[in-house]
């Protein structure tokens, strides 16, 4: 399949996170536009990190938000990270200096052939191994 897209952790949160509406309504936009076409991917640090900040920082109830991972798990494939991915990970954090999470996640979207990675926290334009990180906020 072609164009398919991987999704951060945060392009999830904002789709629960109410203290930025227009950044709520984007990323829920992209994220139905992506269930639609069958086009988006995500991995299981995606969903560990989604439930992480959910329950934490927007205090959301524990048993709402493990729901909210049971959804989000059936409405996209979900890459199980790997030690491949681990180790494409390490390359991609010496290559880059991302974190060594973010790398992962760039790691999880190489692995599950995506063109683009949606998120708000890396360079918006940057191409790392033929994958293009894009901003949809911008």
Partial sequence: MK???FLDTNILVYCFDERDLQKQQVARELVKTLVKTKRGRISTQSLQEFYNV???RLKCDKN???L???RYAKMFPVNNNT????LRAISINIQTQFTIYDSLIIAAAIAEGCEVVYSEDLND???VDGVQ???PFK
Avoid: Y
């Avoid at 030690?83 to 681990?86: H, V």
């Fill in 3 to 5: 164009d398919k897209a």
């Fill in 54 to 56: 959910v329950t934490k």
């Fill in 64 to 66: 709402a938000a493990r």
């Fill in 68 to 70: 909210d991972v049971e």
């Fill in 83 to 86: 030690p491949k991915d681990i």
């Fill in 125 to 127: 334009g940057q191409s």
């Fill in 133 to 135: 990180i894009v901003n």
